[in-house]
């Protein structure tokens, strides 16, 4: 029997990018709710009670209240995109590959959270290393960023694509989060298992998807030893065996030039890099990925299709 899935929220931009992944797999019945309706809480309350699986594209406040409906129903599973339970200790972190053992957590949770479209950058090249002993307590960790426009959903796109919007953004490239308070900051630190919150500043550019996250490290300041060469392979041991997350070789990062935010834009895939020249003093490590794709809507389809297979 088909799985019945409801994405509240499915007018907006993560829910669409759901939507259409969706649209053509025969083992989902999609529950919808009309455009027109979709604050209509009694409606959504229903179609949420109703599902397998209920994907919230939503805000935070909305998220919560969506929980808050679903609460006494044991027949559905919440699977969430925005921040609102990413470090809550009752749900799953959706980031299947950030450690051998999350997948099955996914697979078998009530509730799961969606990682940022950041943290999954910044986790995903943080994590290993404090994992494998490299990066010592207590290092200050710098994450900087650029993210396509359609990360700030329906209101940023509008405001970067009309001219006429009041308050239009004619900006082609700018820096936001300025109080370094950012939202993201609370599971980068968690589920990269720092000690201490990072320095994250990101940005927006003019294209609609893709985004770059990088973190630069002083080598001296890591473990001892450490070097472009053993942060690589401990990068490529962590993630070896999937094919989700690649960590390209040092060879081919070598011959780089230059990384553009868009090459992964329309893909659920991220890439891994570490910058550097051998026996130099700094290494910086990026990662690549869409920020609609593994950064939300790909990664919720893969976590949807974990929750599945339970
Ligand atoms: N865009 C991205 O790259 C990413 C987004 N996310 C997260 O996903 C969530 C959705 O973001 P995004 O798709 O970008 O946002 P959008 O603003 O594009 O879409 C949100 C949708 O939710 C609807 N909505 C808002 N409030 C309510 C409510 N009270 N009841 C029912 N529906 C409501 C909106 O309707 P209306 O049009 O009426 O406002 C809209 O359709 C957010 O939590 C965001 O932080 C996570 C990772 C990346
Ligand atoms: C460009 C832009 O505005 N981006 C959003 C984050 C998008 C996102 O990932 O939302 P979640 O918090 O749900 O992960 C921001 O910085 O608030």
């Known amino acids: 029997m088909a799985s019945k899935i409801f994405i509240d929220g499915e007018h907006g931009t993560t829910g669409l990018q759901i939507r259409t992944r969706l649209a053509e797999r025969r083992d989902i019945e999609l529950l919808s709710i009309p455009e027109a309706e979709r604050r209509n809480a009694q409606m959504r309350e229903d179609l949420l009670n109703s599902a397998d699986i209920a994907i919230l594209c939503l805000p935070d406040d909305a998220s919560i209240q969506a929980y808050e409906m679903t609460a006494a ?27 051998k053992a999350q997948a099955e957590k996914i697979r078998t949770a009530r509730h799961v959270s969606n990682p940022g479209c950041y943290p999954t950058g ?14 010592p307590d207590g290092y200050p960790v710098s994450v900087n960023a650029i993210s396509g426009y359609t990360g700030g959903g329906k209101q940023m796109i ?27 900051l609370p599971e980068m630190k968690m589920h990269g298992l720092l000690d201490r919150a990072p320095l994250f500043s990101p940005s927006v550019g003019r294209f609609p998807q893709g985004m770059i996250v990088q973190v630069p490290l002083f080598l001296e ?4 030893g450490a070097s472009i060469d053993s942060i690589h392979a401990a990068l490529v041991a962590h993630y070896a065996g999937q094919d ?7 060879e081919e990062s070598r011959a780089v030039p230059r990384v553009d935010a868009e090459e992964l834009a329309g893909q659920d895939t991220m890439k891994l890099f570490v910058f550097g020249t051998p026996g130099g003093a700094h290494v910086n490590l990026v990662a690549l990925l869409d920020n609609l794709g ?5 990664a919720a389809v893969q976590n949807m299709d974990l929750m599945l297979s339970a």
């Open 73 to 99: 129903n044991n027949n559905v599973r919440l699977l969430d995109a925005s921040t609102a339970f990413r470090v809550h200790p009752d749900w799953a972190y959706g980031f299947a590959e950030m450690d």
């Open 122 to 135: 910044a986790i995903g090249l943080i994590r290993p290393l404090r994992a494998a002993g490299i990066l």
């Open 158 to 184: 509008a405001q970067m694509e009309d001219p006429s919007h009041p308050e239009h953004l004619a900006s082609n490239n700018f820096l936001y989060g300025l109080t370094l308070k950012h939202k993201h």
């Open 221 to 224: 300041d890591l473990a001892t």
């Open 244 to 250: 989700i997350v690649t960590v390209v070789p040092l």
């Open 294 to 298: 593994k950064g939300a809507s790909g």
